[in-house]
């Protein structure tokens, strides 16, 4: 945890400033976000065909929009390229705790960004929707780098969904649904033993998850190099390492 805050607090500054360009577009009034659906102050097609029903759509539009975006911009920074010179760092973090939600190397946070700041310079957005739904994307992504597996939905790309991304790496990059993971085939489904509290946390469970983990860290990686400090030895990783 200590590690991933401080890779947090390195990343943020970073994005901070790759973001500030969309901000100021906005505040100078170059994208189409507005106060009233029905007395826009621009015109814009989405606005004229929809009037106030576009306060409502806008959601969904939002989420498919970014989710979309997401899964492409993130499933290319898993090319061998992109993946050791952006990506790598955020892949330390085998089993994630909430804290690896902005733990990245800042262009690739910054890059997965970047469908939320271009939707406000493509479709209409409410002001109070922007903030709400800026809002939720916060939360969201720290809910799925937590643990706590609620979701065992065959739509939404919860936890367990992101757990899998984490554990074997080239499965399910999308955010909010498993939509463009199972166009793209990338889906994996969840290990139904994830769900069920009594086997969540089993040895048995967590050596078979290792055993395929360290397999997949040897293709995707090559030698596998994390170091996490003197904390490496402690825990389940040393009960891990025991069994092999
Ligand atoms: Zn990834
Ligand atoms: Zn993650």
Redo the contacts with the bound molecule.
């Keep these: 945890m200590r590690l991933e805050i401080k890779q947090t607090l390195e990343a943020i500054p970073v994005m901070a400033i790759f973001t500030v360009p969309f901000f100021v577009a906005e505040v100078r009034g170059l994208s189409f976000i507005y106060d009233s659906a029905t007395n826009p102050e621009f015109t814009h097609p989405l606005l004229s065909l929809f009037g106030n029903a576009w306060n409502w759509i806008q959601f969904p539009v939002f989420l498919t929009f970014t989710d979309f975006g997401i899964y492409w911009i ?1 499933r290319a ?2 090319s061998k390229f992109l993946y050791k010179r952006l ?1 790598k760092p ?2 330390k973090w085998i089993m994630p705790t909430p804290f690896a939600s902005h733990a990245f190397h800042p262009l690739d946070g910054f890059a997965q960004s970047v469908p939320y700041h271009l939707f406000p310079f493509i479709f209409p957005l409410q002001k109070f929707a922007y903030i709400a739904l800026f809002t939720f994307i916060q939360i969201w992504t720290v809910m799925i780098h937590d643990g706590e597996y609620v979701a065992n939905s065959p739509i939404i790309n919860g936890a367990a969904c992101h757990t899998m ?1 984490h554990l074997y ?1 080239n499965y399910n ?1 999308g955010q909010f649904t498993t939509l463009w993971d199972r166009l793209g085939g990338s889906y994996r489904k969840p290990n139904p033993e994830l769900f069920v509290k009594e086997t969540k946390m089993a040895a048995d469970e967590w050596n078979r998850q290792v055993v395929e983990m360290e397999k997949l860290v040897k293709e995707v990686e090559g030698k596998d190099d994390r170091s996490y400090g003197p904390a490496e030895e402690v825990g389940v990783w040393k009960e891990a390492k025991k069994v092999q």
Aim: aromatic residues 22%; hydrophobic residues 20%.
């Design positions: 993130h920074l898993h990506h955020h892949h991304h790496f990059y």
